[in-house]
């Protein structure tokens, strides 16, 4: 799986983008995985963004419960110095969303490469496109 990763994981289409507006407001950002960190260090390294989640990369493997459980949301939260209510899970995945809404944050589906309907009963705000985010987080993105 890590060979294949190393090989052909893509970049989300704008989250480069995205990721300066976070910067240029000073607004911080961190990854709540359900894999492991190997994973995140082959596809972080792969897509060139190892460099701007340093120290804010979180995994199953660093809480008692993964997801759909809360924990790895509300580590990145209590490192970070955030309240959960004041947080915003952006996921792509129905196990994730749940996660997101049981510690208390605000939770947006993406739904580039997952189905709308997985998100169905757990948030209502989804979104396709990352260039849509900063719009939706209420943020100016120049």
Do not use: W
């Not at 190997?38 to 493997?61: D, H, N, P, Q, W």
């Not at 990145?76 to 209510?85: S, V």
């Not at 705000?125 to 100016?140: E, Q, R």
């Amino acid at each position: 799986m890590f060979t294949a990763l190393g090989q052909s994981v893509e970049l989300i289409p704008g989250i480069e983008a995205v990721l300066d507006v976070l910067d240029h407001h000073g607004i911080p950002y961190a990854i709540g995985s359900n894999g492991p960190h190997r994973k995140m260090e082959i596809t972080l390294g792969r897509c060139r963004l190892a460099e701007r989640f340093t120290g804010r990369v979180f995994s199953r493997e660093d809480v008692t419960n993964p997801k759909p459980a809360p924990d790895v949301y509300l580590l990145a939260a209590t490192k970070a110095g955030i309240a959960p209510r004041e947080c915003v899970v952006i996921e792509d995945s129905a196990t994730g969303a749940r996660a997101g809404v049981a510690a208390g944050m605000v939770v947006m589906g993406f739904t580039h490469e997952t189905p709308a309907a997985k998100f169905i009963g757990i948030t209502d705000v989804l979104f396709k496109d990352m260039a849509d985010l900063p719009a939706l987080l209420g943020i100016n993105a120049e």
